[in-house]
């Protein structure tokens, strides 16, 4: 039964997946195709061609390997000065660069001058390029905001999950109480499972942040307000000072990070609660910015990448995950011993974040990514409004395919990053708990 749900979550995931793709690849196709540019192929994956088929002068279809996607636009970049697609040098920079421009032209047919992709106005340009990874985006958000709102979030809650025993600085990372250790306030106050705290100190708490913040700041005498089998007790308790995990702005724990605060001594059950649209958004905003702080941190976490791939180094759960280390966390989530609810929310979250990544990471302003097209575009609008103020000549299109040598080294570093991710996620997986 194991290796059937893992193979059940892998595929789920690899739908998904292709979903993703050809839904980015359906923000270029139709606005290329609003725009009157000439789109010949529109395909999911890459390698050989196991299916298509040709509606109108597009043909549509899958390949065999899919990790990616691309449509095929007619005129990606301008001729070169003399009009012309120029002959080939024996500079491998130029053969680059004729060899993308011949690309460009390779499928013109007579009537097809009219309907180049470089020949539309670059503010035409930055939107077919970017109505793909914004097409990824529209689905991360949806997804994460129909999942958030109708299923929610583990969160903690007032709700006392365990109460300790004795007095263990948290930075101690033990669980067991040793001769010597003092009782912990909680159990001294009488505080027991399954108590409700509804007020600390006579002020009404309704959230599990505000009370801890107030433990914090309390080191001595405070009172705790309880619901305990449907009836309100008051318990009195001696707060101490400890060492506790640091807080981030965000109320979030910052790993192995400590400070002396007060103590209380309990755990805050878990629930899963759904968020309002307002929360929901909120969350999303953080998911969004994280994604931006991990995308700036990718080159610093190589080193480690490369220690957890080839010298046995432990595989941080912040560590970069390709698209074989996503399939394999959707099989375990299959197998996680939760109701199916959850699996199918986790499952939902994963495609989210996936989503969430093609659009990042598509929009950084290099070729051969979209956001390198983009930049190229905005870059030929900026010289042209400024050869008007300045009352020059034209400059003309700005020749984007000046640029390959540096798609390609970017290509390059893309792809020795990929297979470094692939080795670890083989070897050495992040695994979920």
Not at 154 to 178: F, H, L, N
Request: hydrophobic letters at 45%; aromatic letters at 8%; one cysteine or more.
């Amino acid at each position: 039964m194991t290796i059937l749900l893992t193979v059940l979550g892998i595929l789920v995931f690899a739908f998904g997946l292709l979903f993703s793709i050809a839904w980015h690849e359906l923000g270029h196709l139709s606005t290329a195709k609003l725009f009157g540019i000439r789109v010949p192929q529109y395909m999911v994956g890459f390698g050989p061609t196991i299916f298509s088929r040709r509606k109108g002068e597009t043909e549509y279809g899958i390949k065999a390997i899919p990790l990616g996607g691309y449509i095929r636009m007619i005129g990606m970049f301008p001729p070169g000065a003399d009009g012309r697609i120029e002959a080939r040098s024996t500079s491998p920079f130029r053969g680059m660069i004729e060899d993308a421009r011949s690309a460009a032209f390779e499928e013109l047919q007579p009537g097809d001058e009219s309907r180049l992709f470089y020949t539309r106005k670059p503010w035409k340009r930055v939107i077919v390029m970017f109505a793909g990874p914004f097409m990824n985006l529209i689905l991360a958000v949806a997804i994460f905001l129909g999942v958030s709102m109708s299923f929610g979030f583990a969160t903690q809650t007032t709700t006392v999950g365990g109460v300790q025993q004795c007095v263990i600085a948290q930075s101690e990372k033990r669980d067991t109480c040793r001769s010597g250790d003092p009782v912990s306030p909680a159990k001294a106050a009488g505080l027991q499972e399954g108590d409700k705290i509804v007020a600390f100190n006579g002020a009404p708490v309704d959230d599990w942040a505000t009370l801890s913040e107030r433990i914090r700041q309390t080191i001595g005498p405070a009172t705790l307000t309880v619901e305990r089998d449907g009836a309100r007790t008051q318990l009195e308790a001696n707060l101490i000072e400890n060492r506790v995990a640091k807080k981030d702005a965000d109320g979030e724990v910052v790993k192995d990070q400590w400070v002396r605060a007060g103590y209380l001594g309990f755990a805050a059950q878990t629930e899963i609660q759904p968020l309002g649209f307002v929360d929901s958004v909120g969350r999303m905003g953080d998911m969004l910015e994280n994604g931006v702080e991990s995308i700036i941190a990718l080159p610093s976490k190589v080193p480690a990448l490369w220690d957890a791939a080839f010298d046995g180094g432990e595989r941080a759960d912040d560590s970069p995950v390709g698209v074989v280390g996503a399939a394999r966390i959707g099989g375990e989530v299959m197998n996680l011993d939760v109701p199916a609810q959850n699996q199918i929310a986790m499952m939902l979250f994963l495609l989210a974040g996936f989503n969430l990544s093609l659009f990042l990471f598509n929009m950084l302003p290099l070729l051969p990514l979209d956001g390198g097209h983009i930049a190229g575009a905005l870059w030929e609008s900026v010289r042209r409004r400024g050869a008007r103020l300045l009352r020059r000549p034209d400059p003309g299109p700005f020749d984007v395919a000046k640029l390959m040598p540096v798609a390609y080294v970017v290509a390059g570093l893309f792809i020795c990053f990929t297979l470094l991710v692939l080795v670890a996620d083989l070897v050495n997986p992040v695994r979920i708990s």
